[in-house]
């Protein structure tokens, strides 16, 4: 598995739980204001030596040495569908007694339905990019077939499956209005946990140029959430 960065521990990332995460290599989206560009762009990122690639082993050791200390393992990138053997590294996690969150765009939606059927996680995360009719703005792409999204919005809320779960948006002042909470609040109705959280600029974003929104602007974006779901919350905003 293509695995391009490591956080020994994070208190952060995985909601209960001390934990080490995961960065694999490449995505299937462009996200514009995407602070892990080195990452996204895993090919050109290896052929400059910006980053070099962790060994399975290389993980797997630390977690058998901190697995009294530690007690979960986020999966994030990138984009951790897009590796083709995920499922046979996520075994060998499990074998270790850790509990797996996946963080996923949801745009394949069969691989994480059969991840969860096989027990190989634990806690899903999507990000949530925006309204239906401008994904494909947001994610930087010509294009986006939102009927993948949707499979897997649709398994978490209304699945037979027992796991965790959030969505979460990251609001951008370019790309985000009332209409668009309004529309993405509606779209995910049911769901048992929605975190909203503000764009941060970063020297990794892949396009500079985009703003945060003003506090007053994110509280009203959660007023218009509450709504339709009210256990949304404002995460990292004081």
Same mark, same amino acid.
């Given at each position: 598995? =293509?695995?391009?960065?490591?956080?020994?521990? *994070?208190?952060?990332?995985? +909601?209960?739980?001390?934990? @080490?995460? #995961?960065?694999? $290599?490449?995505?299937?989206?462009?996200?514009?204001?995407?602070?892990?560009?080195?990452?996204?762009?895993?090919?050109?990122?290896?052929?400059?030596?910006?980053?070099?690639?962790?060994?399975?082993?290389?993980?797997?050791?630390?977690?058998?040495?901190?697995?009294?200390?530690?007690?979960?393992?986020?999966?994030?990138?990138?984009?951790?569908?897009?590796?083709?053997?995920?499922?046979?590294?996520?075994?060998?996690?499990?074998? =270790?007694?850790?509990?797996?969150?996946?963080? *996923?765009?949801?745009?394949? +939606?069969?691989?994480?339905? @059969?991840? #969860?059927?096989? $027990?190989?996680?634990?806690?899903?995360?999507?990000?949530?990019?925006?309204?239906?009719?401008?994904?494909?703005?947001?994610?930087?792409?010509?294009?986006?077939?939102?009927?993948?999204?949707?499979?897997?919005?649709?398994?978490?809320?209304?699945?037979?499956?027992?796991?965790?779960?959030?969505?979460?948006?990251?609001?951008?002042?370019?790309?985000?209005?009332?209409?668009?909470?309004?529309?993405?609040?509606?779209?995910?109705?049911?769901?048992?946990?929605?975190?909203?959280?503000?764009?941060?600029?970063?020297?990794?974003?892949?396009?500079?140029?985009?703003?945060?929104?003003?506090?007053?602007?994110?509280?009203?974006?959660?007023?218009?959430?509450?709504?339709?779901?009210?256990?949304?919350?404002?995460?990292?905003?004081?």
């Amino acid at each position: 598995m =293509l695995i391009l960065g490591f956080q020994k521990t *994070t208190l952060l990332d995985y +909601p209960e739980h001390i934990a @080490s995460t #995961i960065f694999t $290599g490449g995505c299937n989206f462009r996200c514009p204001f995407c602070h892990n560009k080195d990452i996204v762009f895993a090919k050109e990122s290896m052929d400059s030596n910006v980053l070099t690639p962790y060994s399975e082993e290389e993980i797997l050791a630390h977690l058998q040495k901190r697995k009294n200390v530690l007690t979960g393992v986020c999966i994030t990138g990138g984009e951790p569908t897009l590796q083709p053997d995920l499922p046979e590294f996520l075994a060998k996690v499990k074998a =270790l007694g850790y509990q797996v969150k996946l963080d *996923t765009n949801g745009y394949r +939606p069969d691989i994480m339905i @059969s991840l #969860i059927k096989q $027990g190989l996680i634990d806690y899903v995360a999507i990000d949530i990019k925006n309204s239906p009719q401008k994904y494909a703005q947001t994610i930087g792409l010509s294009a986006c077939d939102i009927s993948n999204i949707n499979k897997s919005v649709d398994y978490l809320i209304h699945g037979n499956h027992g796991i965790s779960y959030e969505f979460r948006t990251t609001l951008v002042k370019e790309l985000h209005t009332d209409t668009d909470m309004h529309e993405i609040s509606t779209w995910i109705q049911g769901a048992k946990a929605y975190y909203l959280q503000s764009y941060t600029e970063s020297a990794q974003v892949i396009q500079t140029g985009y703003h945060a929104h003003d506090k007053e602007t994110l509280l009203a974006f959660l007023n218009i959430c509450h709504e339709t779901i009210p256990n949304t919350v404002l995460r990292g905003v004081d």
